[in-house]
T-cell receptor
Framework: DTAVSQTPKYLVTQMGNDKSIKCEQN?????MYWYKQDSKKFLKIMFS???????INETVPNRFSPKSPDKAHLNLHINSLELGDSAVYFC??????????????FGEGSRLTVL | KNQVEQSPQSLIILEGKNCTLQ??????????LRWYKQDTGRGPVSLTI?????NTKSNGRYTATLDADTKQSSLHITASQLSDSASYIC????????????FGSGTRLLVRP
């Protein structure tokens, strides 16, 4: 069983469209995250939810809207897609704060290409 | 500014050889340091997590070291295998933030037969 699963794995779309990426974790973790990995391979945090409550919002354009219907799911909706949104988006989860060595488990990534 | 820098950017070694990857960080105050392995097209997978009081940790053929005074860490891979070909990412936890990690850009390792 995949611990953190995200769909779709690949997404190709036109500029201006709206798209969503879904994430689910079956580890029973309280905290979920969205990371963006750019072309230089840096992973940067975008959002984090703890028990469905938003705890990190890293100055991401408001075209990006996360939604956590329950603590096992964290979806990412992106409006009015731009070329610069092309990247790989990773969902992750942890039990407890990463400051306290809470291990972070990543999904396989969703590669978004905006044409 | 909190940063994590890794070297070399890429590395090619022959199967069976050892190698060492370096990580320097400026994150302060520092809580813990992690090494992740990321295969091409996959998500990162944790190799080791070390707190500031630990100076070495092993996971099979992977051994991480940490010098919190000089703010340096290394990842040593012993008897490399073809499956070790991947990116290795150094990640530091900022003590001031419960959930934020700062990632290096990784070292891309290629193991050749």
């Amino acid at each position: 069983d995949t611990a953190v699963s995200q769909t779709p794995k690949y997404l190709v779309t036109q500029m201006g469209n709206d798209k969503s990426i879904k994430c689910e974790q079956n580890l029973g973790h309280d905290t979920m995250y969205w990371y963006k990995q750019d072309s230089k391979k840096f992973l940067k945090i975008m959002f984090s939810y703890n028990n469905k409550e938003l705890i990190i919002n890293e100055t991401v354009p408001n075209r990006f809207s996360p939604k956590s219907p329950d603590k096992a799911h964290l979806n990412l909706h992106i409006n009015s897609l731009e070329l610069g949104d092309s990247a790989v988006y990773f969902c992750a989860s942890s039990q407890g704060p990463t400051r306290n060595t809470g291990e972070l488990f990543f999904g396989e990534g969703s590669r978004l290409t905006v044409l | 500014k909190n940063q994590v820098e890794q070297s070399p950017q890429s590395l090619i070694i022959l199967e069976g050889k050892n190698c060492t990857l370096q990580c320097n960080y400026t994150v302060s105050p520092f809580s813990n340091l992690r090494w992740y392995k990321q295969d091409t097209g996959r998500g990162p997978v944790s190799l080791t997590i070390m707190t500031f009081s630990e100076n070495t940790k092993s996971n099979g053929r992977y051994t991480a070291t940490l010098d919190a005074d000089t703010k340096q860490s290394s990842l040593h891979i012993t008897a490399s295998q073809l499956s070790d070909s991947a990116s290795y990412i150094c990640v530091v936890s900022d003590k001031d933030s419960s959930y934020k990690l700062i990632f290096g850009s990784g070292t891309r390792l290629l193991v050749r037969p």
